[in-house]
């Protein structure tokens, strides 16, 4: 018998990057993903996801009402964006904040989407003018305990989002890190891999973005970034921050965006 995850993709505060990056998923395509049985016998049944829905007002909320009424404690919560503070951002008749503890108390498990929702990314960037929280934080706030995985990213790649949809459907709950992070994406660090380790070894550091070297010394995150974008790249393989010439930013760290904390790591040393 076919086991069905009925799935609401709920957007908080966002700019909807996360969303047109999965969109963007070559294999499986979101095709497959949205109609196909990504495992034979399991998939997920896509119920809400205002960036490509076509019906939307109030037919388009009913369907967030009917789900939480008929398929309590069975469906999939994927959160992407963060979770602005009182007075900013409704959804309908409420909040986003009311949105999200609703959703959260009956679904089976969350996923935060993105660094945005993961943890506070740019949203909460200083001085955080619409006091915004990550996912975790909010609902930790509100004492609800459910599983979470979080697939950060500013934005997240596809390959992350589609394969822990995979390892969920296989396997159930993926191995996490301490930042519940899946370790099959994010186990090692970026600098472990980048092409440009041999230059910072030898220690020669680019002075210039045009430059040879390591680019450490103009800013790069690679050696306390754990992502596998050094041998995974982007846009279906064709290229990566570093491979561009531009320092890995940080992105899927919780310090993002406010980089001057990432230097306080104890983990890694130059």
């Known amino acids: 018998m076919a086991k069905e995850f009925p799935t609401i993709w709920f957007q908080a505060a966002a700019c909807s990057g996360c969303a047109v990056s999965v969109l963007n998923s070559l294999s499986p395509n979101i095709k497959?993903?949205?109609l196909d049985e990504?495992?034979?016998n399991k998939?997920?049944?896509l119920l809400f996801i205002p960036t490509i829905m076509s019906v939307s007002g109030k037919p388009a909320l009913d369907i967030i009402v009917d789900t939480k009424k008929t398929k309590k404690g069975e469906y999939i919560l994927i959160v992407e964006g963060s979770v602005s503070g009182d007075g900013y951002g409704e959804v309908g008749d409420k909040s986003i904040k009311e949105n999200i503890e609703e959703l959260a108390k009956d679904a089976f498990m969350v996923i935060c989407l993105g660094t945005c929702s993961c943890f506070g990314g740019i949203p909460k960037g200083k001085p955080n003018p619409t006091k915004v929280l990550s996912t975790k934080e909010f609902l930790d706030e509100k004492g609800i305990k459910i599983p979470i995985v979080n697939i950060p990213g500013c934005p997240v790649h596809p390959d992350w989002f589609v394969g822990t949809i995979a390892n969920i459907l296989l396997f159930g709950m993926p191995e996490l890190?301490?930042?519940l992070r899946p370790k099959l994406f994010?186990?090692?660090l970026i600098h472990e891999n980048c092409e440009r380790r041999a230059y910072f070894d030898k220690g020669k550091f680019a002075k210039n973005f045009s430059d040879e070297g390591c680019?450490?010394?103009?800013?790069c995150k690679g050696p306390y970034t754990h992502a596998d974008c050094s041998i995974r790249s982007w846009n279906s393989g064709v290229n990566w921050c570093i491979q561009n010439n531009s320092p890995c930013i940080g992105c899927v760290e919780p310090e993002f965006p406010d980089l001057e904390a990432i230097y306080k790591k104890t983990?890694?040393?130059k």
């Not at 680019?215 to 800013?219: P, S």
Request: charged share 20%; hydrophobic share 45%.
């Open 32 to 34: 497959n993903i949205l």
């Open 215 to 219: 680019l450490f010394e103009l800013g």
């Open 267 to 269: 983990y890694w040393k």
């Open 177 to 179: 890190d301490e930042l």
């Open 186 to 188: 994010y186990n090692k």
């Open 43 to 45: 998939h997920i049944n």
């Open 38 to 40: 990504l495992i034979p």
